[in-house]
């Protein structure tokens, strides 16, 4: 995690940062499964209650440049920032995928099976916790549904992660990245 790229949305009347954002994401994730490695982290800086308009990977210089390389395409609609050295002043934080625990398409498979009655199903959803957390909006490349992958981000901290702490999914969650 010594490196990062950072991905800005352009600023635009017809697309909101957000969409560009989660745009971004998708070609990236792309790239991060496809390697399997588990050696690149993605954070969001100003996430708060959405995505924000920046999304920064971390990994090696090497690995950085074969994804970015993927993203050429990308320049109309976002900033692509050079390869740069991550702070030594940086923090870090834990950035990992939530998932809500009863979904709609899950509550409908149950009505649709007769485990449970239309209006158990609605009240089950009002009742579940809604997630408040910062979501991209991706589209599944299997079954070629939309859906929100949220993720939370734990509070910093000074200390370096351990080597268990900077293993990433396919997302590039799950893991800490340095926090500036």
Request: aromatic fraction near 8%.
């Amino acid at each position: 995690m010594q490196y990062y790229i950072e991905f800005k949305a352009k600023p635009s009347e017809d697309i909101a940062p957000e969409v560009i954002i989660s745009q971004v994401f998708s070609i990236c994730h792309v790239e991060i499964a496809r390697r399997d490695a588990g050696d690149v982290g993605v954070s969001f800086p100003n996430a708060k209650v959405s995505v924000g308009n920046t999304m920064r990977l971390h990994s090696s210089e090497t690995i950085l440049a074969e994804i970015v390389d993927a993203c050429a395409g990308l320049s109309d609609y976002c900033k692509i920032g050079d390869c740069k050295k991550v702070p030594a002043t940086a923090e870090w934080r834990l950035i990992k995928r939530v998932q809500p625990k009863q979904s709609a398409a899950k509550l409908r498979r149950l009505v649709k099976r007769g485990s449970i009655t239309t209006q158990e199903a609605e009240e089950r959803l009002l009742a579940s916790s809604i997630l408040t957390h910062p979501y991209l909006q991706l589209r599944s490349a299997s079954t070629r549904q939309n859906f929100r992958l949220f993720f939370s981000q734990s509070p910093l901290e000074a200390a370096t992660p351990s080597e268990s702490q900077t293993n990433f999914n396919a997302y590039g969650l799950g893991g800490a990245v340095p926090w500036f």
